[in-house]
């Protein structure tokens, strides 16, 4: 088990698994991925969701070479997943070099420490895997700050299970077990830890605001998105910036932020940190000052990879966490990328030209509709159709000016 000492370091000797720093070494480590299949959830679903948590877990430095799922109602109180299929992973694990066990949804920590009695590997889950993607991708004071938040806020409710062995049971008098002022010790000084993390974000954010209020009558538009949908790459080629765009996923944490300028119109354009499904609600709270550059922008501009098998689904997780943000009634253009993956994954070489037409104008007609006109289709990559992108943002731009700061006719033409 593990105790934290004064200053806020954290002294370990077991579970690796909620250590507030790197979990997973530079080299691949094999694991396991484990999900459940809930009501009204299908077979297809939870295995894209794996896919995903794949994804997840290369990014941070692992390799999955396995996969389970269980149908279940209820999730077990204990295991989370049923004790067969806990000795089914046991077994397979048995004699092979896999030191970890990831989960899909999130657990426990009394969960955690069952099913590590059980396989006898590190077991992690969703929100542990993004926080280790976190904290390696943090490189400004701010984002560190905002990820080592998160993590006490992960430890604080997870304590009692960590500590759950070393309470003797039993009740009335000579039955107070050790770890019972040990566990309130640690809770107190994770407490204070939050509780100072939260007083050093609050002064960066004074100065952030102070940053952006300096930036003087600029419309400011931001990219939003899914995680690796290729946010970066546009940031790239409408800005001409040298921001980090790689195919993996949280590959910006950092807000980043350029002058654009369009026909002697100039903006702000601003690089998100994408979402993701199961975002941890207390890693969305840490970054709120990161969010912040979302919430006070003019106009979101939402890019989709639609490539992805289910990218209206992807498109349902940011609008529902733009409303959560209270972002919803933003003017927004809709980006539809990576067009050039959609085509090869659509059309054979079999399909007849005016059939492919066909399928494209409806998709266009589609999405035209849902969006009131307000969407571009592009490849980033090929840098297709830039142009009516460059267009359709600038119109957008120029309009808001004309509302907001219709003094300033140097921007409208």
Request: charged content about 30%; some cysteine; overall charge neutral.
């Amino acid at each position: 088990m593990w105790h934290l000492r004064s200053g806020g370091y954290l002294c370990f000797k077991s579970p690796a698994h909620l250590i507030p720093k790197r979990q997973i070494t530079e080299e691949h480590e094999k694991a396991v991925l484990v999900g459940v299949i809930h009501r009204e959830q299908t077979d297809r679903q939870v295995e894209e969701y794996l896919d995903e948590l794949a994804f997840l877990a290369e990014t941070a430095g692992a390799h999955s070479v396995k996969r389970y799922m269980q149908r279940l109602q209820h999730p077990d109180s204990k295991t989370y997943i049923g004790k067969g299929k806990l000795e089914e992973i046991r077994n397979y694990i048995q004699g092979k070099d896999i030191r970890m066990l990831i989960f899909d949804d999130e657990l426990t920590g009394a969960q955690i420490t069952n099913i590590e009695k059980a396989v006898n590997v590190k077991t992690i889950d969703r929100s542990d895997l993004i926080l280790d993607i976190f904290a390696r991708r943090a490189k400004t004071a701010q984002a560190r700050a905002q990820v080592e938040l998160a993590q006490y806020q992960y430890i604080l409710p997870r304590l009692r299970g960590m500590w759950k062995h070393l309470e003797r049971l039993g009740g009335g008098i000579g039955t107070r077990g050790p770890g019972e002022s040990e566990i309130e010790t640690d809770r107190r000084i994770v407490r204070e830890k939050i509780s100072l993390l939260r007083r050093k974000l609050s002064e960066i954010d004074k100065q952030a605001f102070t940053q952006r209020k300096d930036r003087g009558e600029f419309i400011r538009v931001a990219l939003v998105g899914y995680t690796n949908v290729g946010k970066s790459t546009i940031m790239n080629l409408i800005s001409k910036s040298g921001v980090l765009a790689e195919n993996k996923l949280f590959a910006t944490l950092d807000t980043t932020t350029r002058k654009v300028v369009f026909e002697n119109t100039p903006f702000l354009l601003s690089d998100t940190v994408g979402f993701i499904r199961k975002l941890p609600h207390h890693l969305v709270e840490s970054f709120k000052s990161t969010l912040d550059e979302v919430k006070e922008s003019d106009i979101l501009l939402h890019v989709v990879d639609i490539s992805h098998p289910r990218y209206e689904e992807q498109i349902q997780v940011v609008n529902a966490t733009l409303n959560e943000m209270g972002c919803q009634d933003k003017p927004m253009i809709t980006i539809f990328n990576k067009m050039d993956l959609y085509e090869d994954q659509t059309f054979d070489e079999w399909l007849e030209p005016e059939v492919k037409k066909q399928i494209l104008r409806d998709l266009h007609e589609r999405w035209e509709n849902e969006t009131f006109g307000n969407c571009v289709f592009i490849s980033a990559t090929e840098r297709h159709n830039l142009e009516q992108l460059r267009t359709t943002i600038l119109n957008k731009v120029r309009e808001l000016y004309r509302i907001r700061y219709p003094y300033k006719t140097e921007f409208l033409y």
